[in-house]
C-alpha cells in the first residue's frame, strides 16, 4: 500500500477525548459540544448521526465471540464495540459518556423512560424477601413499583420522611438490618413537597449500621428535581444517582428517557438487567438528548433566575397560604433542618416549587383553569411553564392517609417554571389567581 493511500484510509479508532487544553480542564457546558465522539468516524459530520439500525457487523467471528462474552457477563467489562441495538449503539455510549461528567460519575447508563430506569435498578439488585428503605413521598410510581409490584415477590420495604434526622433514620435502617436490605432509595428534593433528605446523615448511618458487612446496601438517589447543575449527590455520599431525562436534561418537552449514574461495578450490574429486559433508549431519543445537553446550563440558569423573581411574588400574594421554594428556606421559621440540608447540599433552589393556596381543590382548579401562559399539564423541566394538581393527578393513586401525612394536599399546586420572560409569567400568576 503505497504512503498516500495509508494516508486515505479511514481511521477506525476514535481519537482521545480532549479534556484538557494547556493544562486547564475543560468544564461540563464545553464537553457538552464534543465529547464521546470524533467526527471522522462519521464522515466528518459535525453532529453525531442518528444510528438507526438494529444490528451491527462483527469484522470477523472471534470479534463475535468476544463481544458476547463480554454482554452475557462471561467476562468482566461489558461489551467490547457494537453488537445489538438492544445492548448499545453509537448514539447512546456518546449520550452515556456526556451524562457521567456533570458529577464526574465513572459510568452511565441510559432507559426509554426515568420509570424503566428505576425500575431496570431494582430489578438488578432486589432479590425476593429483601427489604428496600426508601425516603418519603417519592413518585408515585415508584411508590407503586415498591409497594405494590415488588412487594407481589416478597420484597419489604420501610421508609423514614425526607426531612428526616440522623437518629429518625438510624431507627429505621437498624430496624431493617434485621434482613437484608438491597438498596437504601432516596429522592430529593420529594415529589412534590420539594423536602430535602440529607443524604450525608443517610450515608453516615448507613455506614454505621451496615459497615461490618462485606458489601454494604448501596444509596440511590433520584436527583430529577435540581441535577445536575444545583445538586451532585455523589459527593455528598450517595452510590448512584437516577434521573428522568425527559425533565431537564431532555428539556423541551419532546421525548422520554432516563438514565443511571455511579461507579463501574454497579453500572455493570444494572447493565446485565438493562441487556437482558432491553429498556435502553432508543437512537433518536438519545440524539435529541445530545442536542438538548448543549444548552442544559443555559435554560437551567434562566429558569432558576425567572423561578425566584415569579416565587417572590406569589410568596406575598394574600390568596397564597406558603410557597414550598428552597431559596426561602435560610429566612423561613421552623425550617431550619431542611435549611441547614439545603446549605450543605444544594448549589440552587432549582425551578420547581410547591405553591399552597388558601383553600382546597376547588380553589387550586380555578387557578390551573385561568392559567393563560402557563400549561396545565403534569411533568417538569420544560422549556415551557408547567402547573398541574399532584392530589389530583400525579398521586391520585397513593392512598388518602399516605398523601395527608406527606404532605400532598388537595390545595398544593405543583409549579415548574420556564426560561420565559419572567414579568408575564407574574402577570399570567397574578390574573390567575384573582380568578379564585
Known amino acids: 500500500m503505497t504512503e498516500e493511500s495509508d494516508a486515505a484510509a479511514p481511521r477506525r479508532r476514535p481519537k482521545p477525548p480532549v479534556e484538557t487544553v494547556g493544562g486547564h480542564a475543560l468544564k461540563p457546558a464545553t464537553l457538552m459540544m464534543g465529547h464521546g465522539y470524533d467526527p471522522m468516524l462519521s464522515e466528518g459530520s459535525l453532529k453525531p448521526p442518528i444510528f438507526l439500525t438494529s ?10 465471540k468476544r463481544h458476547f462474552e463480554g454482554v452475557t457477563g462471561k467476562r468482566p467489562g461489558g461489551a467490547e464495540g457494537l453488537v445489538y441495538s438492544r445492548f448499545n449503539g453509537p448514539n447512546q455510549e456518546i449520550l452515556e459518556d456526556r451524562l457521567g461528567i ?27 424477601g429483601d427489604t428496600i428503605v426508601h425516603s418519603g413521598p417519592l413518585y408515585a410510581a415508584t411508590e407503586t413499583l415498591i409497594a405494590r ?66 458489601e454494604k446496601p448501596p444509596i440511590a438517589i433520584d436527583n430529577t428535581f435540581l441535577g445536575p447543575l ?38 455493570d450490574t444494572i447493565r446485565l438487567m438493562r441487556n437482558t429486559i432491553g429498556t435502553i433508549t432508543d437512537p433518536n431519543t438519545a440524539w435529541m438528548l445530545l442536542r438538548s445537553l448543549e444548552t442544559l446550563e443555559l435554560r437551567m440558569t434562566r429558569a432558576g433566575e425567572n423561578a425566584a423573581k415569579v416565587c417572590a411574588f406569589l410568596r406575598q400574594h394574600p390568596k397564597v397560604e406558603r410557597v414550598g421554594y428552597l431559596g426561602f428556606l435560610e429566612d423561613t421559621p421552623g425550617d431550619e433542618r431542611q435549611a441547614d440540608i439545603y446549605r450543605r447540599h444544594c448549589t440552587g433552589a ?44 400525579t398521586h391520585l393513586s397513593v392512598p388518602e392517609a399516605r398523601k395527608q401525612a406527606l404532605g400532598i394536599t388537595d390545595n398544593l399546586v405543583r409549579i415548574s417554571i420556564g426560561v420565559e420572560d419572567a414579568d408575564d409569567l407574574i402577570a399570567d400568576f397574578d390574573q390567575a389567581l384573582a380568578a379564585i
Open 230 to 267: 444545583w445538586h451532585q449527590p455523589l459527593k455528598h455520599g450517595a452510590d448512584i444517582v437516577v434521573y428522568s431525562l425527559t425533565k431537564y436534561a431532555g428539556g423541551h418537552s419532546d421525548l422520554v428517557a432516563g438514565g443511571v449514574l455511579g461507579p463501574k461495578a454497579l453500572i
Open 350 to 393: 432549582g425551578s420547581t416549587f410547591s405553591l399552597f393556596l388558601k383553600g382546597g381543590e376547588k380553589e387550586s382548579f380555578a387557578f390551573l383553569d385561568a392559567l393563560r401562559i402557563a400549561k396545565l399539564a403534569v411533568s417538569l423541566g420544560g422549556t415551557e411553564t408547567l402547573a398541574s394538581h399532584p392530589a389530583g393527578m
Open 149 to 214: 409490584v415488588l412487594g407481589r415477590f416478597g420484597v419489604h420495604f420501610l421508609d423514614f420522611p425526607a426531612g428526616a434526622t440522623r437518629e429518625e433514620i438510624d431507627t429505621v435502617l437498624s430496624k431493617a438490618a434485621s434482613g437484608r436490605v438491597a438498596l437504601i432509595y432516596l429522592e430529593s428534593p420529594a415529589n412534590p413537597t420539594n423536602a430535602l433528605v440529607d443524604v450525608e446523615a443517610v450515608a453516615a448511618s448507613r455506614d454505621a449500621i451496615f459497615g461490618h458487612l462485606p
Open 55 to 64: 444490528t451491527f457487523v462483527f469484522p470477523n467471528a472471534a470479534a463475535g
Open 102 to 128: 456533570w458529577e464526574e460519575a465513572e459510568d452511565a447508563l441510559s432507559f426509554s423512560s426515568g420509570m424503566s430506569a428505576i425500575a431496570t435498578l431494582f430489578l438488578s439488585l432486589v432479590r425476593p
